[in-house]
């Protein structure tokens, strides 16, 4: 049996842009906030010194300077920590790129708990919230390494603002090369009868060791990648859940603002269901290994497990 590949969707992000420039992608530039060895981008300058641009510590005016290139008819992909590119930018993301609708890719890495000992300060659960509340946006966390070099893709053709949110932590390229992302549509990653579980970024992984483990306890699980947060598939939420009649969602992000509410405002709305949400509850992190406050936090397949079978019962 072959070893499954592991690998941090950051990389995955500094290998696509490169991968689309050496594709003839000419509009594209890239902007990093003094951070491109922790980004990757820093894989990109080192091929296309030319169209990276180091715009300093300084986020704020990375996002404007991306926006102006935008008008220009560039493509530009400004980089930072998750904490900055949607934290501490979030006036001039709001301002300058959603207000007008500018044409300008935010990749955002070093999100969520599994920063780990970076600590509470850059362990960022509140991007999915304040990137879905702004108009226009499309929100994407992809789960591997597969769908996130196509989501970057993606997102370098979609004629709009995108917010793209990669990790620190390698995870398990669970998708085949054939796999193929689109924007707005999840994925049924494995189909079950009893419940479903919903999931997206590096929570996909545990999501699929959990139903394994689950099939083991007699529970048939339907497990749906949903990498496109905003828009949401929405007819494939429904469909599972009228075919399950329970759902849980999984995301390393805070349970308010997320995955868990978009299913849930999704599914009370249109086809009302039982729903338990797995994510970081109302708190703050703290500094620690990554995979040691993943299972803290419940975000391990141990808990995905515990809470589905309490939940089937």
Do not use: W
């Not at 592991?6 to 290998?15: K, L």
């Not at 499309?138 to 917010?163: F, L, M, N, S």
């Not at 009228?242 to 992000?253: A, D, L, M, P």
Request: hydrophobic share 40%.
């Amino acid at each position: 049996m072959s070893e499954v590949k592991c690998i941090a969707t950051r990389d995955s992000y500094g290998n696509a842009l490169k991968e689309l420039a050496a594709q003839g992608a000419d509009k594209l530039v890239v902007l990093d906030a003094d951070l491109a060895a922790a980004t990757k981008t820093g894989i990109f300058k080192k091929e296309y010194p030319n169209q990276h641009f180091n715009c300093g510590i300084a986020e704020a005016n990375m996002i404007c300077v991306a926006a102006g290139m935008s008008t220009m008819g560039l493509v530009p992909f400004a980089s930072s920590f998750a904490m900055f590119a949607a934290g501490r930018a979030f006036e001039q993301v709001r301002n300058s790129i959603g207000y007008p609708h500018l044409n300008v890719k935010i990749g955002a890495t070093h999100a969520g708990i599994s920063v780990g000992e970076d600590g509470a300060s850059h362990q960022c659960c509140e991007d999915f919230a304040l990137m879905r509340s702004i108009p226009g946006m499309v929100v994407i966390c992809p789960a591997d390494d597969v769908e996130a070099k196509q989501a970057v893709k993606a997102a370098y053709e979609y004629e709009g603002p995108v917010y793209l949110r990669f990790g620190r932590l390698a995870v398990p390229v669970f998708h085949n090369d054939d796999y193929k992302f689109e924007i707005g549509k999840g994925e049924i990653v494995r189909q079950g009868k009893d419940v479903t579980i919903i999931a997206n970024g590096l929570m996909v992984a545990e999501a699929i060791e959990a139903g394994k483990q689950l099939e083991e306890k007699g529970i048939d699980c339907e497990i749906i990648n949903i990498a496109t947060i905003k828009p949401l598939d929405e007819e494939l939420v429904i469909a599972s859940a009228k075919k399950t009649g329970k759902v849980v969602t999984v995301e390393e992000h805070s349970i308010i603002g997320g995955l868990g509410e978009a299913v849930c405002s999704c599914l009370s709305e249109k086809c009302p269901t039982p729903v338990k949400r797995i994510g970081v509850n109302d708190e703050f992190g703290h500094s620690g290994p990554a995979k040691d406050l993943l299972k803290q936090f419940g975000l391990s397949y141990e808990n995905i497990v515990n809470t589905v079978v309490d939940f089937v019962k």
